[in-house]
């Protein structure tokens, strides 16, 4: 999904978000796009690893491509990519079958995309947007290193 039709979706369905997901998606969108991207980036900066970025050939468009080691990253909001037992990943109570529904496409075509990447020679990682706080800075480095 590209990022204007990721943000408008999200615009859209405003109004149907309850409470808590709505306060969770304004945090989201203080942080929309470029930020958690840009950490991760750094990282791989401070670490010396050549990178492409939003990587528009290949499927699923990865966020960050290690080219040497053929390493796919994604950068995945927890919310839309329902990260597995995470907090921000919890569906909204009113209109729960819309939301099930759709997060279970989006899972859906993440994981299409990861056989399509693994086919064509490629490794992937997700990087939850979750996991980027200035605390956990040192465990994302070294999940990093041990991907590449
Ligand atoms: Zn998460």
């Not at 796009?33 to 939003?54: A, F, H, Q, W």
């Not at 989006?106 to 490794?123: C, E």
Request: net charge positive; hydrophobic share 35%.
């Amino acid at each position: 999904m590209s990022l204007k039709s990721y943000s408008e979706t999200r615009w859209l369905v405003m109004d149907n978000l309850d409470k808590k997901t709505r306060s969770l998606n304004m945090s989201a969108i203080r942080s929309k796009g470029t930020k958690p991207e840009m950490s991760v980036r750094s990282i791989l900066r401070d670490l010396k690893i050549r990178c492409r970025y939003n990587v528009n050939k290949l499927p699923g468009k990865p966020d960050i491509l290690v080219t040497s080691t053929k390493l796919a990253i994604f950068i995945n909001g927890c919310f839309w990519h329902q990260h597995k037992n995470c907090k921000y990943a919890s569906i909204p109570k009113s209109n729960n079958s819309f939301w099930k529904n759709k997060l279970k496409k989006n899972q859906n075509r993440d994981s299409l995309v990861r056989r399509q990447l693994n086919k064509l020679g490629y490794r992937t990682m997700t990087i939850w947007e979750c996991q980027l706080t200035s605390r956990n800075k040192v465990k994302l480095e070294m999940k990093v290193v041990r991907a590449i």
